[in-house]
């Protein structure tokens, strides 16, 4: 384990810095693809030639990298623009699937953000700015990004930072002050939370910490 630093430093407020959380898992409660699809989006019957399982039309490529993909979870339109691309399925083909699962409401941005949120906030406690960066680098465009955390107002960002502290307030019992603060609120920093709101957070339930210690010994009378 790296030694305790002393000093605030650029990494202190990273949400990628050192001890960071990594923003690669997938929400648990991302919908899964219907049970049921449009007659001409079914999987088509594969060729006998070729790589084994592997249809040799394009169009027919692309929808079923598409299905398997969409299969286990939701997928943004990048991320499956993306995985065609590596497939070497044509620009305009590629376009043309995925402007018809649109249609039929396979690929939904708005939803994935929407979901990807409630489930990575309510999961994993992150904050607004966090779940931003995540959103973005999985291709969502800047306006659903905005419109899909707006979701979480200030007060229950708050009041989920309030929680994260509080379950790791006892983990950093016999510190002196400054280190709980440094660590907790770098605890908080690591998910997205601002700096301003981390250190209130964190002086507010250390105060309330000592106010409660206080009037323990005061009430027993063998302090």
Not at 1 to 16: C, F, I, K, T, Y
Request: proline fraction near 7%; include cysteine.
């Amino acid at each position: 384990m790296p030694p305790e630093r002393e000093a605030w430093g650029p990494l202190d407020w990273s949400v990628n810095g050192v001890g960071g959380e990594e923003f690669d898992l997938l929400p648990a409660d991302t919908e899964p693809l219907p049970a049921f699809l449009p007659a001409d989006e079914q999987p088509e019957e594969q060729a006998p030639e070729g790589a084994p399982g592997e249809p040799k039309d394009p169009v027919a490529q692309a929808k079923a990298i598409c299905l398997r993909l969409l299969t286990g979870s939701s997928k943004t339109r990048k991320q499956l623009a993306d995985a065609m691309r590596k497939r070497e399925i044509p620009d305009d083909i590629a376009e043309q699937v995925l402007d018809r699962y649109e249609e039929v409401g396979l690929i939904d941005d708005s939803a994935f953000a929407g979901a990807w949120v409630e489930s990575r906030h309510r999961g994993r406690g992150l904050a607004r700015r966090a779940l931003a960066m995540e959103l973005r680098s999985r291709g969502v465009d800047n306006g659903v990004v905005a419109e899909a955390v707006a979701q979480l107002d200030p007060e229950r960002e708050a009041d989920t930072a309030r929680g994260l502290v509080e379950r790791k307030l006892r983990s950093t019992r016999g510190l002196e002050r400054q280190v709980r603060i440094r660590r907790l609120a770098g605890m908080l920093a690591r998910r997205g939370y601002s700096e301003g709101l981390a250190l209130r957070v964190v002086r507010a339930a250390l105060d309330r910490e000592q106010e409660l210690e206080l009037e323990q010994e005061e009430g027993d009378p063998l302090a």
